[in-house]
C-alpha cells in the first residue's frame, strides 16, 4: 500500500525499534512507496509512519529491503550533499565510500553486503534515519 511521507522532525527523530518477522509486510508498502517517487532512491519505515528498523534501497533496477541492517565496517569518508523526501532542500553530511552491512532479507535470512559509491551512500542514509538522525 501506499503511504504518506512522514515529514514530522519529531517523529523521525526517534530511534527505531527492531523488526520482527511480524513486520515482512512492511517491505510492501516500502516497495510501494518508493515507487511512486521516481527520485526516490531509499526510503526508511519511519519516512512512511512505521518505527521499525527496515529499509529499501534501489541498486540500479533492482530494489533491496534490509531487516535490522547493522553497519560493520567503513572505510574512506567523504563529504557530500544530500536531499530527503522527509525534508527541504539539501544538507552537508560525511559519507563512506566503502561499507559492509549485516541485515536480515525477506526471508528472515541473515545476509551480509558490501556496498560502495552510491549505493553505500543511499544505505548509509536510511540507515541514520533508523538511529533518528536527519542529515
Known sequence: MIK????DQMFLSLKATLATKKD???ANDLS????????CI???????GINKRIIIIKLGMMKMIMFNPVLINKAYPYETYEGCLSLDGVRKTVRYKNI???????KWHKQKIKLSGLSAQICLHEMDHLEGIII
Open 42 to 48: 531509499g526510503m526508511a519505515a519511519n519516512m512512511i
Open 32 to 39: 510501494d512507496t518508493i515507487n511512486v517517487h521516481d527520485n
Open 24 to 26: 515482512l509486510d512492511i
Open 4 to 7: 504518506k511521507i512522514v515529514r
Open 100 to 106: 559492509e552491512v549485516e541485515y536480515y532479507d525477506a
